[in-house]
């Protein structure tokens, strides 16, 4: 594989909910009717079997190899489309250095997480109550197809000691679709 350059990267299956989220997000300007017809095709498209592009013999099992691999992570470079292959432990031990800085990062608690939501939540339902948006905007800024922020690390293959730049990952998160929509209705036109 090394062979085919140091820009090659082997296909990835596609992040789904990433897409939907993505598509979501742009539906936000049109009408009821029209977003139904666009979720109506890409629901259509999504249906369709995805097939990989296909590999030199032999490269996709030793991409399976690699992937089962415990002690190895896969992941892509900060910049440039490279792929790099990491030992797990200093993955692990450089996102521990950098989640161990306090004045970055501040561990929540469960029951602490569960309050901000539901005060999220409310706060939602007392806008729609006041008519100041729809029952249409609560279903999609509460969103059924949510999860917590996560954090990875983009390794900076240009810098000594490969240093990682932490990379927050808000799209299924709860908020991420109302934020979108504040950030439209706060751009200068």
């Known amino acids: ?59 996709r099992s030793l991409i399976h190899k690699l992937k089962k691999t415990r002690s190895l992570v896969i992941t892509k470079a900060d910049k440039r ?8 432990a200093d993955y692990e031990g450089k996102m521990m250095t950098i989640l161990a800085d306090t004045s970055t990062f501040t561990n929540i608690s469960t029951p602490a ?26 279903t999609q800024f509460t969103g059924s197809l949510t999860q917590d922020a996560y954090m990875y690390g983009a390794p900076k293959i240009h810098k000594p000691g490969v240093p990682l730049r932490p990379i927050i990952a808000y799209h299924l998160s709860p908020a991420y679709t109302l934020a979108k929509y504040l950030a439209h209705l706060l751009t200068p036109s």
């Open 1 to 59: 594989m090394l062979s085919l350059g140091l820009h090659y990267v082997p296909p990835n299956k596609p992040d789904i909910p990433r897409f939907i989220a993505g598509v979501e997000g742009a539906l936000n300007n049109l009408n009821h009717m029209e977003a139904l017809r666009i979720r109506h095709a890409v629901t259509q498209v999504l249906r369709k079997p995805y097939h990989l592009v296909s590999y030199a013999r032999g490269h």
């Open 113 to 138: 997480k569960d309050a901000i939501v539901k005060y999220y939540k409310s706060s939602l339902r007392n806008l729609m109550r006041a008519k100041l948006i729809t029952k249409e905007q609560l």
């Open 81 to 88: 489309n490279q792929t790099v292959l990491l030992n797990r």
